[in-house]
Nanobody, 122 residues
Framework: QVQLVESGGGLVQPGGSLRLSCAAS????????MGWFRQAAGKEREFLAT????????SYADSVKGRFTISRDNAKNTVYLQLNSLRPEDTAVYYC???????????????WGQGTQVTVSS
């Protein structure tokens, strides 16, 4: 009953920036905590960032603190992930997810988007 669609991925040079968007429809967007995860080819899904329903609380993986920023605009039913100072090792499919609570564990999220590819290469 919740649909999530990511956008904003693409090819970027090392040191560059992207802003990923996740548009939600269906149930009331503002009722959900939101998270961002990524999965590189052949690797496990990795937690990146999460934000509570009101946008007042955020958490980040240590690997992306200071480079990535999560935010949400409930009026637009959209959550964002700003990616700065990108590195080749950031190359992955990036997923947004919605759940009943803010969490760094994928199992706490009930709905997932289809993912958007981010490729960092010279």
């Amino acid at each position: 009953q919740v649909q999530l669609v990511e956008s904003g991925g693409g090819l970027v040079q090392p040191g560059g920036s992207l802003r990923l968007s996740c548009a939600a429809s269906g149930r009331t967007f503002s009722s959900y905590a939101m998270g961002w995860f990524r999965q590189a080819a052949g690797k496990e899904r990795e937690f990146l960032a999460t934000i509570n329903w009101s946008g007042t609380g955020t958490s980040y993986a240590d690997s992306v603190k200071g480079r990535f920023t999560i935010s949400r605009d409930n009026a637009k039913n959209t959550v964002y992930l700003q990616l700065n100072s990108l590195r080749p090792e950031d190359t992955a499919v990036y997923y947004c997810a919605a759940g009943s609570r803010k969490s760094g564990y994928a199992s706490f999220y009930d709905y997932w988007g289809q993912g958007t590819q981010v490729t960092v290469s010279s």
